[in-house]
């Protein structure tokens, strides 16, 4: 028997036995026995590792922040005692009324309700004790998303971060505007080292969403015209924080 669900992480359980009903039927249909004990080939050469040798943390950071430029995205790279200030210009720029924000102890240090309620913004907590049609027209309704993020890549300027419990996935999606907060320290060099700390979770179970948010939504037609906010948030800011 298969327990219940924890909201927001995947149960592996319920996952190996889809995948071994899909993989079973696969190699029924092709007509053969189904193979086990295959495993992935283990790599000599891992180039992508070794892609930022000897760049120091400042020239990641540096390369994080223009990549955000080039993506128009503005960057505040701030100090903990500037970020009362730095939000405050923030709201004035994105002109907001209105905010919802993660459940998160590193925003909860940042005093970020407080904040908000003192800049004249009416804010909400993400919470899974209400009902998922509540939360996700709350979140519609909002001038402004804010999250943190579990890493950083300089190599396109891209946030990374796990969605579940008070983490949920439509603050950064259906709000026009978003807000992302991190520090210096979760800045790596590309996809290679966020993969790597994404597997170093997987015993622990992952959470059903993980997002890779690369500036402003961008949305393409075939007669190449391009058009921001269609499918997200139109204005992306990240304030990064000094350690």
Known sequence: MVGKREKGVRDLTVDQLNQEKFLTNISSRLGRERRSGVKPPIWKNKPYLHLYEGKTNEDLIEQFIDNLQLLNTNVDRITRQEFEVTLAKVLKDFEVNSAISWDNPFLHDLDLTSLLTTNGVENSIWNNSVSEDELKQRSAKVDLGITCADLGLAETGTVVFMNGEGRGRMVS???????????????????????????????????????????????????????????????????????
């Not at 949305?219 to 190449?224: G, N, R, Y």
């Not at 204005?235 to 350690?243: A, F, G, N, Q, T």
């Open 173 to 243: 999606l259906l709000p026009p505007f978003y807000l992302c907060i991190l520090k210096e320290s979760q800045i790596v060099p590309r996809i290679t080292q966020a993969m790597e700390h994404i597997h170093a979770k997987v015993p622990t179970g992952l959470p059903a969403c993980i997002n890779f948010i690369t500036g402003p939504s961008r949305t393409a037609d075939i007669e190449m015209d391009l058009a921001l906010g269609v499918h997200g948030p139109g204005k992306v800011h990240v304030i990064l924080l000094r350690e």
